[in-house]
């Protein structure tokens, strides 16, 4: 195991809220809890309203200037920022997977994978450059614009990931950013924001912390935000448009759940088909604990023993245990929350017939404490069994049959989310054709989970609104403004 005592010590630093390149102490904290054991390791900033209304204007003073500057300046400040990051990979890895309960080796992947992302959106701010219109004998034009001030809420599956990776876009257009971090994984996020100083200058990317409701609406209502991008549940979307709609016009983008259904044909290569479907429910990753995993397997009736055999041997073998052991392929669930609601959705689909072949509850491999659940796979199932159409969030993996196509279909678009959705098939015309009709904003042929920066992502139906990774993302963080000189 790598030295505990050495990766705790950097929860020995108190983490704060910063505020003019100083710390801010907030008057309230709140614990912050260890997956593996469920007991508190340490404590966070809780922030009031009035607190959030304090970073916030203080991000306002510092846009104007970042503003100014011209893209590519920018932009070469985001390419430092990235680089700055990837310095610090093995601090901020560990903060992640003491805080989350994710193994080491995929929280060091996350920092790389979020300084690309912020490197990518560098790469497209020259795409910030407008237009000319030849309307008229005049001069007409267009702008892009930076809103001001953009508050970002991410969720706690991918802490350093999502906090870096989704200021990338905002600062590039010219906006400041103040970030919401998870409650549940506040520590990367925090010590984000003083390494976002050393490049950035004090509080032009700021990020704020708290435990409930409070801090998260204070963002949302705040009347300096006029762009808001949030990443996480479908109620809590739905909570974050109203209130959004309450306090002003605000520009809202919603990344929100999913039950994404991988769909395998009999012409399928079968060992790939399944390789891709234990690869994309994120057991080794986040715990399954993944708006995008292909939690529904849906297999053509022909093939559904083999493919299942070969599933449930690959699942079966995952080894889970302590994040930071060498060897742990899993760890624990975030907390208690999402613990008890997979375990309640394991409950809920055995009950209504669906057997369970690998998993089902604790693993033995770890003792009584914290939030394990072993990686399971449930079914065959009926279409309607409750995992088969209610995101789980968890190590879950619903396994169902088809007889054709045109079922496989029905039953993948019968969920009320679109976000992710795969089909293995070697036949090039049915690949675009169940491309074409699977309801998702992303689809994989003969591929699961796997993100290819620069591809809009991003979900239909109740997964969401907008596309994010790619330069829709970038130019959804300006407003455009049109211009007409009279020559004439």
Not at 202 to 223: E, I
């Amino acid at each position: 195991m790598t030295d505990l005592r050495t990766a705790t010590t950097l929860l020995d630093r108190r983490p704060e809220i910063q505020l003019g390149g100083r710390p801010f102490p907030t008057a309230a904290r709140y614990d912050v809890e260890d997956p593996t054991t469920g007991r508190p390791m340490t404590d966070a900033p809780d922030c009031s309203a009035a607190e959030v209304d304090t970073v916030v204007r203080a991000a306002g003073e510092a846009q104007r200037a970042w503003a100014r500057l011209p893209a590519r300046a920018r932009a070469g400040r985001v390419r430092e920022f990235a680089a700055l990051l990837r310095e610090h990979t093995g601090e901020l890895a560990t903060l992640d997977a003491l805080d989350a309960g994710f193994p080491l080796a995929v929280m060091r992947a996350d920092v790389d994978a979020a300084a690309v992302l912020l490197e990518i959106m560098a790469d497209h701010a020259l795409a910030l450059g407008g237009s000319t219109y030849p309307l008229s004998g005049n001069l007409h034009y267009s702008t892009q614009e930076p809103y001001g001030v953009v508050g970002r809420i991410v969720p706690f599956n991918h802490p350093l990931f999502f906090a870096a990776g989704k200021v990338a876009a905002p600062l590039v257009a010219g906006n400041a950013v103040v970030l919401k971090a998870p409650d549940q994984t506040p520590l990367s996020a925090l010590r984000m924001a003083e390494l976002a100083a050393e490049v950035f200058g004090p509080d032009l990317c700021g990020v704020v912390s708290g435990r409930g409701a409070t801090t998260g609406a204070a963002l949302v209502a705040h009347p300096l935000i006029r762009r808001i991008g949030f990443i996480g549940a479908e109620p809590t979307g739905r909570l974050i448009q109203r209130q959004a709609a309450e306090h002003g016009v605000k520009h809202v983008s919603l990344e929100l759940g999913g039950k994404n259904a991988l769909v395998v044909m009999p012409d399928a290569d079968l060992a790939r088909a399944a390789d891709a479907a234990v690869f994309g429910m994120n057991f080794t990753a986040t715990a399954g604990q993944s708006c995008g995993s292909t939690s529904r397997l849906l297999l053509h009736e022909s093939v559904a023993d083999e493919v299942l055999a070969s599933v449930v041997e690959q699942v079966r073998a995952i080894r889970v245990g302590h994040p930071l052991a060498e060897g742990t392929q899993m760890g624990p669930l975030v907390d208690r929350a999402q613990y008890e609601k997979s375990l309640r959705a394991i409950e809920a689909a055995t009950a209504a017939g669906a057997p369970v072949l690998a998993g089902g509850g604790r693993p033995g491999t770890v003792g009584e404490e914290g939030w394990y659940v072993a990686p399971t796979v449930l079914g065959p199932m009926a279409p309607d069994n409750p995992t088969a159409v209610e995101e789980v969030f968890g190590p879950v993996l619903s396994v169902l049959t088809f007889a054709d196509e045109a079922e496989a279909v029905a039953i993948a678009n019968r969920t009320a989310y679109g976000l992710t959705a795969g089909v293995f098939t070697s036949d090039v015309t049915r690949a675009h054709r169940m491309a074409a009709d699977l309801q998702a904003g992303y689809v994989w042929v003969n591929g699961a989970s796997r993100h290819y920066w620069g591809l809009p992502f991003g979900g239909v139906k109740a997964s969401g609104v907008g596309r994010e990774e790619s330069v829709d993302e970038l130019l959804s963080y300006t407003e455009t403004k049109a211009v007409t000189v009279v020559l004439d």
